[in-house]
């Protein structure tokens, strides 16, 4: 299991979601967003990455390449793919009501902050490996260890380099990066601990959700935030790191799929599909882009439920059984619960 935040990197996003806005879906429209821009995201970056064969192997290099292990060619894909999260992140907003317009800069800024994540990864593993030049250091051991010393030092360079491009430079955000990477790491190991035993894809996510809030509240602290700010980051973090959350234990469980047993091609994948007259794209866009701005109502919701069908009969012909095993656990513990919480807050 990777560690709490190292996919998608900072526990406190430089570029948070958009706010809800009233009549939309709300908290579960934002959760919503954050789940399919991190699926999104590691799948394009796993198609993007020329490493693998088939859809659970994509989802594999597609973490991979987000944190780094994949060199140039993955610091690309990693960009790459979070740009295209955000594509379908904001599409879903626009669908659920959450978002009133498209935007570009968010798209780059996503894709920036993936590079310097998957950049900083991919430095660190170079410089510690055999023949680097921190391979006989001191900490070259912590850091191949991928624990608490690498998520600090991941957070601090990430500040740093975000910093450097963008032509600012504050050692307290520096500083303040570096003691939330730590913060939201042992969170996020000790809800590990104390839910040991229990399914891992819960312990994922209330582990990614622990280590937002902590990182977030640390990061405030060292930022020195007023109350009012600091709560408002803490309920922010908090719906974030639960999306995050969701969106990994999702790719990473399409990604186990590959240890264990053969994954179709992408040409036997585009067969299938294709034989179903399913264009996974093409639907998810339909959604996103009908006209009506009902909010989340039963006008909304009915369009949705017989898109997602399609789009579980495609998934069942391109994927492996392991894998619709888990979409289909998941879809019928959430989706009730997603739809009444929708109307409640609608």
Not at 123 to 132: D, F, L
């Amino acid at each position: 299991m990777r560690g709490a935040g190292e996919v998608i990197g900072n526990v406190d996003p430089t570029v948070p979601p958009p706010p809800p806005k009233n009549g939309g879906c709300g908290v579960v429209g934002t959760l919503l967003m954050v789940a399919v821009a991190v699926v999104v995201s590691v799948y394009t970056a796993g198609a993007l990455s020329g490493v693998a064969t088939g859809f659970t192997q994509t989802m594999a290099a597609g973490l991979s390449a987000m944190t780094g292990e994949l060199g140039l060619t993955g610091i690309a894909a990693a960009a790459a793919g979070a740009a295209a999260g955000s594509v379908a992140s904001q599409l879903v907003g626009m669908a659920t009501g959450n978002v009133d317009k498209f935007s570009w800069k968010a798209v780059g800024q996503s894709a920036l902050a993936a590079g310097i994540t998957a950049g900083v990864g991919s430095a660190i593993t170079s410089a510690v490996a055999e023949g680097g030049f921190m391979a006989d250091s001191a900490i070259a051991p912590a850091l191949r260890a991928k624990g608490a010393t690498t998520a600090i030092v991941r957070a601090g360079m990430g500040s740093a380099v975000s910093q450097a491009i963008q032509g600012k430079w504050s050692w307290r955000e520096v500083g303040a990066s570096t003691v939330a990477g730590g913060a939201g790491y042992y969170a996020g190991e000790a809800v590990g601990r104390v839910m040991q035993g229990l399914d891992a894809n819960a312990v994922k996510i209330a582990a990614s959700t622990g280590a937002a809030v902590a990182g977030s509240w640390a990061r405030s602290q060292v930022m020195g935030y007023s109350s009012a700010e600091t709560r408002a980051r803490l309920s922010q973090a908090f719906i974030s790191g639960l999306g995050q959350g969701i969106g990994t234990a999702i790719s990473e469980s399409f990604a186990s799929g590959s240890r264990q047993k053969p994954a179709p091609t992408f040409a036997q994948d585009a067969a299938a599909s294709r034989s179903l007259g399913f264009r996974l794209p093409w639907d998810l866009l339909s959604i996103a882009l009908r006209p009506k701005r009902d909010g989340c109502g039963t006008t909304r919701w009915a369009p949705l439920r017989i898109r997602w069908q399609a789009v579980w009969t495609g998934l069942e012909a391109a994927s492996t059984r392991s894998s619709m095993v888990m979409v289909e656990r998941w879809t019928r513990r959430c989706l009730p619960w997603a739809r009444l919480l929708c109307h409640s807050v609608a």
